[in-house]
């Protein structure tokens, strides 16, 4: 038979959906599953946002709108911005696409030529080097470590930059770690960025979602030299409770963003008409909703961290935002559970959700063999229940 494309045949299928369409299957044969797996918030949507969008469809506003997206979702997303990240990006600078990983097609498919490097700091939310292979570019991953907070090191950007090093992918808040850049942090990376001439991917979709005292901070706003370099992304989905909607964005320079918004308009136009008065809405009405999960969001944090750190065999960081727990598991291989030796953290998975009803996101796909991911984007009742199981199969091993 004839051969099909190489780059697709290379793409592998995403493991956390996988993981939580496992679980629902279960769930629909009637077993009591609990799903840590969610890259979703279990909030409906703000009725006020859902209201906008029955409005628009009312209203006939059903057509296609302009291939990058309607004026007045991108003046709402400029003004977000400005209050909100300290960034000034006229309308004409903003992209609107069908969600985050649109968006961050868009970006690659712009900055790339075929064999550019793009370096991508583990652990890394698994779509990256997909979507970086697919664009013609080439993953460099650089393992960060627990001593640094799994975060990217001015130093360690600065040894991985070769002469094909076009880009940074950036972070912040992170999935999988839950960890946030200081600004310290932050400069010290644009110094390097800025200095070698190359462009910051700043994915910033958690940024609503930060608990305690340290704020969110947007690594384009430090100045020219570093603005000039960035591309800063985001979307409605985590913060607004909006996962199905579809809405991603991008600022980025002029001359990017025009590149962005022509590709868009050959392969998919526009993002959903209906979906972007949502986002309207969403952005310029009332943010009491989203104060509430916030609020749930981090009190969920505070027990899902309490408890693994009295857990036997694993160990966490505190998480300061997105709504991940980042677990390390590395004790738990060679342990025995009943006859067999649990040798990956891939495996202690199977386990759970076939012995224990529960289900966690194993990090190889995230660049990191002996951590799984547990998300707190479940209720208080399930969390409880879900890590009562796993510490039993703590306990159970020998
Ligand atoms: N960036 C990160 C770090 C994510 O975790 C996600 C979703 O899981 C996205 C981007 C994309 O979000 P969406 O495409 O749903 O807007």
Known sequence: SLELSKKAAAVKPSSTLAITAKAKELRAQGKDVVGFGAGEPDFNTPQNICDAAIAAINDGFTKYTPASGINELKEAISK????????????????ISNGGKHSLTNIFTVLLNPGDEVIIPAPFWLSYPEIVKLAGGVPVIITTTKEQNFKLTAKD????????????????PNNPTGMLYTEEELRAIAKVVVEKDIYVVADEMYENLVYGEQKHISIASFG???YDRTITCSGLAKSYAMTGWRIGYTGSSKEIAKMMGSVQSHQTSNPNSIAQKAAVEALTGPQDSV????AEFDKRRKYMYERICKMPLVSTIEP??????????????????????VESVAQMAEILIN??????????DFGFEKHLRLSYAISIEQIEKGLDRIESFLNDLK
């Open 320 to 341: 300061m935002g997105a709504f991940y727990v980042f677990v390390d598991a590395s004790e738990v291989l060679g342990k025995k559970y009943k006859d067999t030796v």
């Open 80 to 95: 977000k911005f400005k209050a909100f990240n300290h960034l000034d990006y006229a309308p004409d600078q903003i992209v």
């Open 224 to 226: 020219k030299d570093i």
């Open 355 to 364: 012995d224990y009803n529960t289900a966690v996101v194993p990090c190889a």
């Open 291 to 294: 104060a509430k999960m916030h």
């Open 157 to 172: 950007l600065e040894n991985a930059i070769t002469d094909k090093t076009k880009a940074v992918v950036l972070n912040t």
